[in-house]
């Protein structure tokens, strides 16, 4: 039996490739082929401003750039993408960013950085019907100015540590400042950035397919010719894997899953494997009685058995380690014994669930009954809820159990219709501003549909943000995650092993731990 994986013994960012000699690094790179891979549910939205899910990225990302970009090679340094340099004001206040020349838009339009301050604007805005879910990422942004085509500046109102990082979000994809003076909402309906790859085709529930942008600003990218993103159910993603119809899965598969796809492809195939910064969480209505009770959102978060829940459910899905909201080894995530003093989180499990009775009858609801909203796919998501309603009977609560498709789950999620939902993070990096602002109060972050308001919690988050010593920062961001634990409006489950699988043919993809950067594929080629 597998022992629940140590936060503490592992290392801020360790990727395991097996399947493909030493050798491949040296070859060489060849031009033309067209990269066929699986995305397991179509995207909600065609606008990256909007998008909050991998089965948005994982189609759109290749068609964009962005300001910066997660450094693959030197993970979780950052490079420049539409940036060829930046500088950052000794008070902490102007970020300026030097652009790249001779960059196009796949309309042939040039871009500059009137470009980059309307997208910024849009994002910091919106405009009446435009969606902006990442808005809380910039909020420190007071002004963006164009000084000249090649040049942006930002104003902040105040410092903040991981503004850079939010530069790189993949949920900030440049547009045209053309095309949003006619048309504000126009992403949603065109997908035109100055990314490696043109937009072609999209047949819900069927295909996304690109062709190469031959006017790429990086010389001689990308080597594809073109992809086609199919999409399918996690059943048909991992059939289609191990007979060879798709050449990649990018998101993640299970352990049993890789196995069948290892015994049927052979030296065929090829796996990159790290802890991803994905996470499930149930997060909890507090707008709604009786979850506006602490004593019942704590005891539903204590009846979860995480440590010997994470040893079965590791072997059917990509389950594999218990943590809190930070992804285990980076610098400010909490310790297993930081983490096991905390509601949920005790290794003492007949006890957690005595103590949850209790609250639960204290709180008037001994025989509690509500509704789960889940959705699809099924790895990891039916998993997960089917385990915390397993979890909750224990304790004598009643759970309707409802499953919805992607676009049905981020309506209820982002609208607040729902008691209990199954809840997702994989954010694109380790910094706590990412990790951490979704869990600020309802009332200003339009990420937190959970109505919960703790004006202690928006003070330690500010805090930590505009710390620039690391083991300051660390210590505040620690007590800011633990007082939102205490809380249990959001309440981590169990974090996700990240299993790339690739077709051996397949080179040049690096991975991160995130699965949301999905990156533009630029680099990636075929051997054959």
Known sequence: MRKASSAAAICAFAAVAWGAGPAAAQETPKRGG????????DPHTMDCHAGNSFAVFHYLSPHYSTLLRP?????PALEGDLA??????DDKLTYTFKLRPNVKFHDGSAFSSEDVKATYERILDPPEGVVSAWRSFYLDVASVEAPDPQTVVFKLRKPNAGMLESFASPYSCIYSAAQIRKDPRYPEKT???TGPFKFVEYVPGSRWIATRFDDYFRPGLPYLDGYRALSLSSTALVNALAGGQIDAEFRGITPADLERVKASRGDRMTFQETVGTGILLFAINTKQKPFDDVRVRKALTLAIDRWNGVVPLSKITSFKYVSGFQRPGAATALSDTELEALPGFGRDIKAARAEAKKLLAEAGVPNLKFELVNRGPANPYSSFGLY????WRQIGVTVQNTVVDTAGWVQRR????YQVIVDAT???SDDPNMTLVRYTSSDKQPANPTGFIDREIDTLFDAQSGEFDPAKRAAITKRLESKIIEQAFANPGFRLQRVVSLATKVKGYRMIPSHISFGDLGEVWLSE
Request: glycine share 12%.
């Open 34 to 41: 067209t990269l066929t891979y699986g995305v397991a549910g």
């Open 191 to 193: 997908v035109m950035g």
């Open 388 to 391: 915390l309603i397993d979890q």
């Open 426 to 428: 994989a954010d694109p």
């Open 414 to 417: 982002n609208s607040g219709n």
């Open 71 to 75: 450094d693959k090679v030197k993970y």
């Open 84 to 89: 060829e340099s930046w500088t950052i004001s």
